[in-house]
């Protein structure tokens, strides 16, 4: 199986700000992942996929770069609606798999 | 507009059968489609079930899929998932999702249903 590991757990950080998320893959996945969104309550939202293709309507603060092993989620102008928690999800083999998740907290 | 909507019990005992249907609106499973069930325990990730493709190809997570049976009727648009000897530690939310190509082999969950909540209880 293909394990996901993504760093830091918990970030915080003001409005305005900019952070980035890593998402380390057990083995190269080229593209083959995907980042959401979830706001407690609800259901994941897809923000990025193919690694670094920004979903439609999706804000353009939003940015994500990699390939193979390593992945990253950047937020720039952070808003209060992005404090949520953010997981990163490969598609390349079975069984799919999600990162363990990092929760953001706007300050 | 695409929506997709879970049903089902919300409490069921230990060693009980859980059924869920997901109902499917604003599309179809055509080509490039499938629906999955993806469950989520509080303040963990969200975990991969199961799987149905618009070509009748199935695809269970491993280590549940002697546990597991998915089904679709696309004359109804409903996917159900049907997992047998529920525990305890089966009690979470319920999600079903649309999987859409985006590339050649890559599919992602671009919708998700609102998500129900099970809880495995004597």
């Known amino acids: 199986d293909i394990q996901l590991t993504q760093s830091p757990s918990f970030l915080s950080a003001s409005v305005g700000g900019r952070i980035t998320i890593t998402c380390r893959a057990t083995?190269?996945?080229?593209?083959?992942l995907g980042w959401y969104q979830q706001v407690p309550g609800k259901a994941p939202k897809l923000l990025i996929f193919l690694a670094s293709t920004l979903r439609s309507g999706v804000p353009s603060r939003f940015s994500a770069s990699g390939s193979g092993t390593l992945f990253t989620l950047t937020i720039s102008n952070l808003q209060p609606e992005d404090s949520a928690t953010y997981y990163c999800?490969?598609?390349?083999?079975?069984?799919?798999?999600f990162g363990g998740g990092t929760k953001v907290e706007i300050k | 507009q695409i929506t997709l909507k879970e049903s089902g019990p919300t409490v069921v005992k230990p060693a009980q059968t859980l059924t869920l249907t997901c109902s499917l609106s604003?599309?179809?499973?055509?080509?490039?489609?499938?629906v999955g069930w993806i469950r989520q325990s509080p303040r963990q990730a969200p975990e991969w079930l199961a799987l149905?493709?618009?070509?009748?190809?199935?695809r269970y997570k491993a280590s549940l899929a002697a546990r597991l049976t998915i089904t679709k009727d696309t004359s109804r648009d409903w996917v159900v998932l049907t997992m047998t000897n529920m525990n305890p530690a089966d009690t979470g939310t319920y999600y079903c999702?649309?999987?859409?190509?985006?590339?050649?082999?890559?599919?992602?969950?671009?919708?998700w249903g609102q998500g129900m909540q099970v809880t495995v209880s004597s």
């Open positions: 083995q190269g996945i080229d593209s083959a």
């Open positions: 149905t493709f618009w070509d009748d190809e199935i």
């Open positions: 604003g599309f179809s499973l055509s080509t490039g489609v499938a």
């Open positions: 999702a649309r999987r859409f190509r985006y590339s050649t082999g890559m599919y992602f969950f671009d919708y």
């Open positions: 999800h490969q598609v390349s083999s079975y069984p799919l798999t």
